[in-house]
């Protein structure tokens, strides 16, 4: 038997197996903060294996939100709507446990109303809004503020409460030496500095008759910021102060948010590394978090007596069964989060709300899979991510199927985690290409148009796209595929980089760890700006650690005789010694089959041959119009 299914206590509660779905902000609120159909259809989907799940963090005031369609713990009003939450949760024999989390410096100050509050008048070094200093009367003011939302969430049937001492929040400002430099009673010393949330923990235990989880980042990752000793110190009191277990994360939503949202970058494994030290030191129940997202993550990590029970995030937004996946109860594939952060925090921060790269239900409020009112013969052409999701999802509707494909499936993917810290992205090009030769019937060919015009009932183009172009006069192009590939791979050679979108920085990165002297010349300021943003973090500070040039608001004029003409303006340069150019200025749609089938036969356009994105954007594409025939 696994010890993932085993029972886990919890105080007076007991989870019916060791997961614990994480705390993951959804932004599918309202302004109001009432829970949402949309809040419970989503944790509806994913109630049915998991021993308990945390809903997204509760504001405890108006004034202290990160998102402005957050869910609130701040008024009675909202315990109707909380209550509906907590029964979806407690359908299948879930606990449901209340985040409760008080943001100080990190609240939104772009919500009209927000109060910036913290333990020093200290700004976030990325935000730079200075919080104000919380006086006597503000603490005590923010500690009853937790009291009673902890006495609203077990009105409305939440079974534990958990409070968030980590990741750069208010308690974790009040730890830390950096950020807090009073000189009372709430500052100076380490035991001086553990006593608000001490204090926080008190008040709640006392308000409360349900066990009370700690979550705390045991290492924040940045050389100012709170570390594991003393963080080991801080469960010991913990637990003597009566928190019944302790869900140990990392990293800081100010300094290092890639530690914090566990970015495909970040070294899988660390944070439970962190959990196993504070375990050795405590006796109550320890949680663990950060990117288990294989079927063969949890186990190890209970056997090894590193946690006690694990916490699953993003691989539940990506796949709704996956603790049962690795029960044994469901027999399918997992689908396979990449820790990308594309949909799950591109979402919320677009105020789409979450959403995410392999799983387009996902959000898609009333877009779920049905079966077709009309079997139709479809044809896709392209097996890249648009035209797979949209023939597994046609096939899955109960349309007949047919994919052409003569390359290799996969498209574009098949060179995504060829760059650099993106290597996890393999795990959704794998996921569809064995979903798709597993289930739907390939041709390799390119189809005759009439034949798909004669035999089919509808045509789903999923063509991709091509390299633009280059138009400058005497380029002998270099393609960046190649590089990626590694085919052609110059070496110690002087080469320029014409454009500066994610394609060509990426690109500078390899050549430049290759050896190459590289420049990239760009027409506009920002490098890589449609980058999701941690990757991109990523990416300059790697361009900076290269000392890779960029010119920006520039253009190559001509080339000729390893002489680049650079136009900056009114002004222009030549430089010299040119051995190679790489060409990146994006892509242009691939359509001419279209203009072939239009106007004889049901022809739809999906991925970069519709309009060109990202793997996100075909692969939803693709679900949509899958959907739609």
């Known amino acids: 038997m696994k010890m993932l299914s085993s029972e886990l206590a919890v105080g007076n509660r007991t989870l019916k197996n060791r997961t614990v779905m994480a705390p993951i902000k959804t932004a599918y609120g309202v302004l109001t903060g009432e829970v949402t159909d949309r809040h419970l259809r989503f944790f509806e989907r994913r109630n049915r294996y998991v021993g308990a799940i945390i809903p997204e963090p509760f504001y405890l005031h108006s004034s202290l939100r990160e998102l402005p369609v957050q869910i609130g713990m701040h008024h009675d009003d909202m315990i109707p709507g909380l209550k509906k939450l907590s029964d979806v949760i407690h359908e299948h024999g879930a606990l449901a446990v209340a985040h409760l989390n008080h943001p ?15 333990a020093s008048a200290r700004a976030c070094p990325t935000a730079m809004k200075e919080p104000a200093e919380m006086s006597i009367s503000d603490i005590k003011e923010s500690q009853e503020l937790f009291e009673k939302a902890a006495l609203r969430a077990r009105e409305a049937g939440y079974d534990c409460i958990e409070l968030q001492f980590g990741h750069g929040y208010l308690v974790a400002q009040f730890l830390s030496e950096h950020v807090n430099e009073r000189t009372d009673d709430y500052g100076g010393t380490w035991e001086n500095r553990m006593r608000y949330g001490i204090e926080v923990l008190e008040r709640v235990k006392k308000a409360v008759d349900i066990p009370v989880i700690v979550r705390f980042s045991a290492d924040e990752m940045t050389p100012d910021g709170l570390g594991l000793e003393d963080m080991m110190k801080l469960a010991v009191v913990l637990e003597n102060q009566g928190a019944e ?50 079927k063969d993550d949890p186990e190890p990590v209970l056997r090894k007596g590193m946690a006690d029970a694990v916490a699953i995030g993003r691989a539940l937004i990506a796949d709704p069964d996956f603790v049962g996946k690795i029960l044994g109860k469901v027999s399918d594939p997992v689908r396979p989060c990449a820790a990308c952060l594309e ?35 479809v044809a896709v052409v392209g097996g890249g991510p648009a035209g797979m999701e949209a023939a597994l999802v046609l096939d899955q509707r109960g349309h007949k199927v047919t994919l052409y494909e003569k390359n290799s499936l996969g498209g574009l993917l098949n060179l995504s985690y060829l760059t650099p810290r993106k290597g996890s992205l393999k795990k959704i090009r794998d996921y569809l290409v064995q979903q798709t030769e597993e289930k739907i019937t390939i041709v390799r060919k390119e189809p005759d148009p009439q034949e798909l015009i004669d035999a089919f009932d509808a045509v789903v183009l999923a063509t991709g796209s091509h390299p633009k172009p280059p138009v400058i006069p005497g380029l002998k192009q270099w393609h960046w595929a190649e590089i990626l590939k590694e085919k052609n791979m110059p070496g110690n050679q002087k080469g320029i980089i014409v454009g500066g979108g994610f394609i060509g920085a990426e690109i500078a990165e390899i050549l430049a760890r290759h050896g190459n002297d590289v420049t990239i010349i760009k027409k506009t300021r920002e490098i890589a700006p449609a980058m999701e943003p941690m990757s991109r973090n990523f990416l300059l500070k790697a361009l900076k650690e290269l000392d890779i040039p960029v010119i920006t608001d520039a253009d190559v004029v001509n080339v000729e005789g390893g002489a680049a003409r650079i136009r900056t303006g009114s002004e222009e340069r030549v430089m010299e010694g040119i051995d190679f150019v790489v060409y990146t200025k994006g892509m242009v749609p691939e359509r001419s089959l279209k203009d072939l089938l239009e106007g004889k036969t049901d022809v739809y356009t999906i991925g970069d041959c519709s309009e060109i994105g990202k793997a996100i954007d075909a692969i939803h594409s693709g679900y949509e119009c899958a959907l739609s025939i």
């Open 245 to 294: 277990a302790l869900h140990v994360s990392s990293g800081s939503i100010c300094e290092t948010p890639p530690w914090y949202f566990q970015h495909m970058a970040v070294p899988k494994g660390k944070t439970w590394e962190f959990a196993a030290r504070i375990k050795e030191n405590v006796g109550i129940p320890v949680i663990t978090v950060g990117q288990i997202n294989e």
């Open 343 to 377: 949909g799950c925090i591109g979402g919320v921060r677009s105020g789409k709300g979450l959403m995410c790269v392999i799983n387009p239900e996902v959000g898609l409020d009333g877009k779920e899979i049905l079966p077709a009112e009309a079997i139709k013969n």
């Open 104 to 118: 100080g410096r990190m609240a939104n100050p772009r919500i009209p109303g927000n109060r910036l509050l913290s």
